[in-house]
């Protein structure tokens, strides 16, 4: 039977892939999206970021390896938090 902190990382591991995905798909696409898509898709994924930081710093005991998994969330959101629409 998986225990709560597996789960947590499972999902940590899984929002992981789908912020990478969004991002990538986001940076690809930023130069052709409407101003209102663009800064929606921010958010979301800004949201997204944020939520992946709650959940890690709440996995208790924490595992190897997730001060940097979030110092990465970090970046990626301050990086996004730059972006303007063109």
């Not at 709440?58 to 190897?64: E, F, L, Q, R, Y």
């Amino acid at each position: 039977m998986p225990t709560p902190q597996s789960e947590q990382i499972q999902i940590l591991n899984q929002i992981t892939k789908l912020i990478d995905d969004k991002v990538t798909k986001y940076k690809k696409e930023m130069k052709t999206m409407p101003t209102n898509r663009f800064y929606a898709e921010k958010k979301i994924i800004l949201d997204t970021i944020d939520n992946a930081v709650k959940l890690a710093e709440s996995i208790k005991p924490p595992p190897p390896g997730i001060k940097a998994a979030i110092a990465d969330f970090k970046k990626v959101a301050k990086d996004i938090s730059g972006l303007r629409a063109y």
